[in-house]
C-alpha cells in the first residue's frame, strides 16, 4: 500500500485555489488548511488503525499435540519425560520454582508445570517432585508441607504448529509475554532507546534526517520503533520527505491509540526479517524457527542478538548468505547491551565467541510435524470455513505423540540409509511413510509423510495410493473363518496351479513368490507364508465381490475393481487408509474411525466441538480372534519372522508383509497390544527397489517398535472360542494332555473331533523343544546391519516341507 | 475398578461431571482414562453409560458390548452391560431385543452371586 504525499493530496482537494486577495485570502487558506489537514490526519488515523487493528485480530488457529498423563505407574523414563519438557520450552534452572523450569535431580527431576486452560477447566502451575525405576514413573509429589501424592498430572500439550492467514505469508505469533526479555533489552538497545518515553518520534532523530536531507545526503536512521512499524506497515522504497512526514504522524496516532506494550507486541510479529523464495519472513516467532529451527523461548543470547542485528537490513545481515558481516554485526548488538549493562561482561564474553548456530536449509513451515499438521488441517476443512480457521484464534487440540513421532521419524530415516547402503541403492532414492494409531481409541500418534519428515513436501502417509499387494489377504482369510463349517485355521487349502478367466480381463495365473507350488496347505500356513495361489483359490471359492465388499465396511471407501487380482492387492491405498483396516483386527472386530482431532476450542475457551470416540462392530469377535493368531503365525514362522530381529517373541506382534510386482511397493501392516502401525516403502517415480515387504518396510516397523516398547498382544478369548491340541504338522486333534500338540484356536464346534492316540510325537525329542529359535533371531546382536543378511525372500522361499519340522517347535515353544 | 490411582480419580472426576449434568465433560474423562488403561472393562461400561445417559443408544450398545469384549467370565460386569444394552434397546423401540437382553442380564447377575457365595 502506498501512501499519497500531502502535497499531492492537497492539490487535488483544491485544484482552483489561487491567492487574488492577500488579506482575505490569508485568512481563508488558514481555514482550509486546517479543515484540510484535520481531515488528512483523520484519513491517516484511519489508515493506520486498519492496519494495527488487522494485524493484531488475525488470530491463526493454534494445533497442539496431545498431552502428556504423567502418574505413578506409567511407562515413562526420564529423558522421555526431559525430552518433552524441553519441547515445552523448560529450562534447566538450580531452583526450579519458576514455571517451566527443572533440575535433574539423582533419580528422577524436580520441576514447576506450566498453568494451561484445558478443554475441561484451567490447570494451576504445580512444584513437582518426580522419580523414576525400571522404566516407569515410581513417584510423583507435590512440593509442600508436607510433600504431597498426585494422583495424576497433565502436562501442557506442546504447540505443534498453527493454521496462518495469507498467501505467502506465515506468521508464528508471539504474545509480549513468551517474549524473551533479552530480545527486548537487545532491541530497544539498539534500535530505540528511548522508547518507553517518547511519543512515536524522536526529534533530534528527525532534526538529523532533514539536516542529512537538506545538505544532499542520504535520507536515514532515526527511526523509533513505533515509526519503524508504521513503515512496515506500508513497505516501499519511496524515500521522500513527504513519506517521511506521513510516518511521523502515523507514529504519533499509534501512540495516541496503543499503549507501548501493544505497539511492541505488534512491531514484533510484524518487523520483516527476510525473505524465503516467495515468503516474507515476518515477525521474531516466524524468524526463529527460519534461522535456528527453534521457538523464540528458546534461543541462547547470542542468537537472539543475531536476529535483533538483522532488523536493520535482512538482506544486508542475512546470516545464511552474509555470515561474517551478521556475525560483527551481532557482535556489536552484544557490545552495546553490555556496555549499557543489560548483559553481564562475561554474558557479553561468551556469547561473543559462539558461532551463528543458523541451521543451513530454513524449515518450510513453523510445525515440525508438516505431514501431521496437513492431515488435522484437511479433517478441519470438512466442519470449518477457512477464514474461521486463520483469523479466530481456534485451539485445536490433536492426538499427536511427540514421542512416538520421533521413534517414527528416526526409523524412516535410519533404516532407509541403511538398506540403501547395504544393498548399494543410491542414497536418497527410497522413500517412506509410517501412521502408528492406539488400538483401542484409534487416535493417530504418529504420521510420517516422508524421510525427510520435517519439510512439508509431499504426503505419502496419505497421498499416496499404492498396490497394497498381500496386505489385502487378511480380508480373504477373514471371510473364510467366519464361515466355521466350511474354514478352520488347519483346513488344507488348494495351492496348485490356478488359472481363471473372467470376462473384461485377461487370463489370469497367480505365482507365488518362490515361483513353486505347494500342493496342500493349512489355511494358516498359507497366509503366514502368503502364498498367492492358495490365497487366490481361497478368495474366488468365497466369491470375489462378496470378499471385496467386505472393504467399504471395515472403513475404505476406495472400492477395488471386482477381479480377482484385486484379491492379490492390485489396487492402491494410502497407508492411513490401510492402519484402518487393521486397526479393526486389532480392536477385535470393533471399527474406530482413526481420529486426529480431540477437541477444537474457542479463543476464550469454549469447547466448540469434540470429536469423541466412536466404536461400530463390523466383524463378529471369534473370526477376528483367530484372524489375529494366523497373523501373528505370519511373525512366528512366516513371512514375518525377521522382524523377531527386533521385537522379542514375547510381544506376540501381528502382522502382514506386502510386496507388489517386480518389488516396486515394500509394505508392513501390524499390531501390538495398544498400537498399529503401517509402514510403506518405495520410489516416487515407482522404480522397483529390489525390497520386499520383510527386507524393507518391515524393518522400519520393527526399528520403530523397538523403541516404542509395545505391549504384548494377548486378545481376550472370546466365549465362542475355545483352544484344542492340535498336531501342527497333519493337523490331527490330540487329547489335551498330549505334548506333541500345540493348542489352536477354533470356533466351537468347528474343531476336528476326532481324538489320535499322541504315541508317536511324544518321542519328540526334549531338547528340540527347548530352544529352536531360527536363524534370523541368533543374529540378534546388530539387528539393523544383519537384517540385511536374512533377508524375508528366504523365509518366503522356504518350501513348505522344509519349514515344517522348525515351525513344530515353534509353536510348541509359544504356545506351551 | 483399577488398581491405578490416576485413572480412579478420573474416574471420581467422570462421576463428579455426570451427577453435574455435564456429561460431555464425564465423557473426556473417561476417554483420558482409557487411554491409560483401554482393556479395563469398567471404563468402557461407564463410558457406555454416560452414553445411555445422553441419548446415544447405537453408541451405548456398542460400548456396552466392547466392555463384555474385555471382561471374560466377570459376570457382574456382564449383567450391567446387558442392562445397559436393554434399556437403550427400549429407547430405540426394540421391545423384544430389550427384553432378551434383560433376561440376560437377570441371568449374569445371579451367576454373579451365586459365584459370591
Same mark, same amino acid.
Given at each position: ?32 488548511? +486546517? ?7 483523520? #484519513? ?57 523450569? #527443572? ?45 504431597? &501424592? ?9 504447540? %505443534? ?44 532523530? %528527525? ?45 504519533? +496516532? ?41 521457538? +523464540? ?154 524421510? =525427510? ?13 499404492? @498396490? ?18 466350511? #474354514? ?98 486389532? &480392536? ?53 519372522? @525377521? ?30 497390544? &495398544? ?37 504384548? +498382544? ?21 487329547? &489335551? ?5 500345540? @493348542?489352536? @484356536? ?57 519349514? =515344517? ?12 | ?117
Amino acid at each position: 500500500m502506498k501512501l499519497p504525499s500531502l502535497v499531492s493530496a492537497w492539490n487535488r482537494l483544491f485544484p482552483h485555489l489561487k491567492p487574488r486577495m492577500p488579506g482575505k485570502a490569508v485568512r481563508v487558506v488558514a481555514l482550509l488548511l +486546517l479543515l484540510g489537514l484535520s481531515g488528512y490526519i483523520y #484519513y491517516l488515523d484511519t489508515t493506520i488503525r486498519e492496519a494495527f487493528e488487522g494485524r493484531k485480530f488475525a488470530l491463526p488457529a493454534r494445533v497442539y499435540g496431545r498431552a502428556l498423563e504423567v502418574y505413578a505407574g506409567a511407562k515413562l523414563t526420564r529423558e522421555q519425560l526431559l525430552e518433552e519438557l524441553k519441547g515445552l520450552g523448560y529450562h534447566e534452572n538450580p531452583e526450579p520454582q519458576e514455571p517451566a523450569t #527443572y533440575k535433574l535431580t539423582l533419580t528422577g527431576l524436580d520441576f514447576t508445570s506450566r498453568a494451561f486452560v484445558f478443554t475441561d477447566g484451567p490447570q494451576p502451575s504445580q512444584h513437582l517432585r518426580i522419580e523414576f525405576n525400571e522404566g516407569t514413573v515410581s513417584l510423583l509429589q507435590e512440593h509442600g508441607t508436607p510433600d504431597v &501424592d498426585v494422583p495424576l498430572l497433565r502436562l501442557e500439550p506442546p504447540l %505443534i504448529g498453527g493454521i496462518y492467514p495469507g498467501h505467502n505469508e506465515d506468521r508464528d505469533l508471539v504474545r509480549l509475554d513468551q517474549v524473551p526479555k533479552t530480545l527486548i533489552d537487545a532491541l530497544i538497545t539498539t534500535e530505540d532507546r528511548k522508547f518507553y518515553t517518547h511519543w512515536g518520534i524522536d526529534p533530534r532523530g %528527525i532534526a538529523r534526517a532533514v539536516f542529512k536531507t537538506v545538505s544532499g545526503q542520504r535520507i536515514e536512521g532515526g527511526s523509533t520503533l513505533t515509526q519503524q512499524l508504521v513503515k512496515n506497515f506500508f513497505l516501499t522504497s519511496e524515500r521522500t520527505l513527504s513519506r517521511k512526514a506521513n510516518e511521523v504522524l502515523m507514529s504519533l +496516532l499509534l501512540e495516541l491509540h496503543y499503549s507501548k506494550d501493544e505497539i511492541l507486541e505488534t512491531y514484533l510479529n510484524e518487523i520483516f526479517l527476510g525473505q524465503d523464495a516467495s515468503r516474507a519472513i515476518h515477525g521474531f516467532g516466524l524468524a526463529s524457527h527460519f534461522y535456528f529451527d527453534r521457538p +523464540l523461548d528458546r534461543l541462547e543470547l547470542q542468537e537472539v542478538a543475531t536476529l535483533v542485528g538483522m532488523v536493520k537490513g535482512p538482506a544486508v545481515y542475512d546470516p545464511r548468505k552474509k555470515p561474517e558481516l551478521t556475525l560483527e554485526r551481532r557482535n556489536l548488538v552484544l557490545k552495546e547491551m553490555a556496555a549499557l549493562n543489560v548483559i553481564t561482561q562475561s554474558q557479553f564474553l561468551a556469547a561473543r565467541n559462539k558461532p551463528l548456530g543458523v541451521v543451513q536449509r530454513a524449515p518450510t513451515g513453523t510445525s515440525p510435524y508438516p505431514a501431521f499438521l496437513q492431515f488435522v488441517h484437511r479433517q478441519l476443512q470438512r466442519d470449518y470455513r477457512e477464514e474461521d480457521l486463520r483469523s479466530e484464534g481456534l485451539r485445536i487440540f490433536t492426538t499427536l505423540d511427540p514421542l512416538v513421532q520421533r521413534q517414527a521419524e528416526a526409523a524412516v530415516q535410519m533404516r532407509l540409509g541403511a538398506i540403501e547402503k547395504a544393498r548399494k541403492i543410491s542414497p536418497n532414492t527410497l522413500e517412506g511413510a509410517v501412521v502408528v494409531s492406539s488400538t483401542q481409541t484409534g487416535e493417530i500418534q504418529a504420521l510420517v509423510g516422508g524421510r =525427510e519428515a520435517r519439510f512439508a513436501g509431499f504426503n505419502r502417509a496419505v497421498d499416496t495410493q499404492r @498396490p497394497i499387494g498381500s496386505l489385502v489377504k487378511p480380508i480373504i482369510y477373514l471371510s473364510a473363518l467366519e464361515d466355521p463349517v466350511h #474354514y478352520t485355521l488347519i483346513t488344507p487349502l488348494d495351492d496348485s496351479p490356478l488359472l481363471w478367466r473372467q470376462p473384461g480381463t485377461s487370463d489370469w495365473k497367480p505365482q507365488n513368490y518362490d515361483r513353486k507350488f505347494h500342493d496342500q496347505v493349512q489355511l494358516r500356513t498359507a497366509l503366514a507364508h502368503s502364498y498367492n495361489v492358495s490365497t487366490a483359490r481361497l478368495g474366488i471359492n468365497l466369491g470375489i465381490e462378496r470378499v471385496l465388499d467386505k472393504l467399504p465396511r471395515f472403513g475404505i471407501e476406495h472400492q477395488p475393481a471386482p477381479f480377482a487380482s484385486s484379491l492379490l492387492g492390485a489396487f492402491g491405498l494410502a497407508p492411513v487408509e490401510v492402519a484402518q483396516l487393521y486397526q479393526t483386527f486389532a &480392536d477385535g472386530g470393533f471399527r474406530t474411525p482413526l481420529r486426529a482431532i480431540r477437541s477444537i476450542v474457542t479463543a476464550d475457551g469454549k469447547t466448540l466441538q469434540r470429536y469423541p470416540l466412536n466404536v461400530e462392530p463390523v466383524a463378529a469377535a471369534g473370526p477376528v480372534y483367530l484372524l489375529t493368531a494366523a497373523l501373528q503365525g505370519v511373525v512366528r514362522e512366516g513371512t514375518g519372522q @525377521p522382524l523377531l530381529n527386533w521385537l522379542p517373541p514375547e510381544i506376540k506382534a501381528a502382522g502382514k508383509t506386502g510386496t507388489t510386482d517386480d518389488l516396486r511397493d515394500s509394505w508392513f501392516a501390524g499390531y501390538t497390544g &495398544d498400537r498399529v502401525a503401517v509402514v510403506w516403502v518405495g520410489r516416487d517415480d515407482n522404480k522397483p527397489t529390489g525390497l520386499t515387504g520383510a527386507s524393507g518396510a518391515m524393518t522400519v516397523w520393527g526399528e520403530m517398535m523397538k523403541n516404542i516398547q509395545p505391549e504384548p +498382544l494377548e486378545p481376550v478369548m472370546p466365549e465362542d472360542v475355545e483352544l484344542v491340541n492340535i498336531d501342527p504338522a497333519s493337523g490331527v486333534r490330540y487329547d &489335551d494332555s498330549c505334548k506333541g500338540g500345540v @493348542p489352536l @484356536p477354533f470356533i466351537k464346534g468347528s474343531a476336528p473331533t476326532e481324538i489320535t492316540p499322541c504315541a508317536v510325537l511324544a518321542e519328540v525329542p526334549k531338547s528340540s523343544t527347548v530352544e529352536v529359535i531360527p536363524a534370523a533371531v541368533k543374529t540378534e546382536a546388530k539387528p539393523g546391519v544383519k537384517a540385511e543378511v536374512v533377508p524375508a525372500a528366504k523365509a518366503e522361499a522356504k518350501s513348505g516341507s522344509k519349514a =515344517e519340522p522348525e515351525k513344530k517347535n515353534w509353536l510348541q515353544r509359544l504356545f506351551n | 475398578m483399577s488398581a491405578n490411582r490416576a485413572v480412579l480419580a478420573l474416574l471420581d472426576h467422570a462421576e463428579l461431571d455426570s451427577k453435574a449434568g455435564k456429561r460431555d465433560a464425564a465423557g473426556a474423562s473417561l476417554e483420558r482414562a482409557l487411554r491409560i488403561e483401554p482393556r479395563n472393562p469398567w471404563l468402557w461400561l461407564q463410558l457406555a453409560q454416560v452414553r445411555l445417559a445422553q441419548g446415544q443408544y447405537a453408541q451405548a450398545i456398542t460400548l456396552a458390548r466392547k466392555a463384555n469384549s474385555f471382561a471374560a467370565r466377570n459376570y457382574r460386569l456382564q449383567a450391567d452391560s446387558w442392562q445397559v444394552i436393554a434399556q437403550s434397546r427400549v429407547a430405540l423401540g426394540d421391545t423384544a431385543g430389550a427384553e432378551q437382553a434383560y433376561k440376560l442380564a437377570a441371568d449374569l447377575a445371579l451367576q454373579a452371586r451365586a459365584e459370591q457365595h
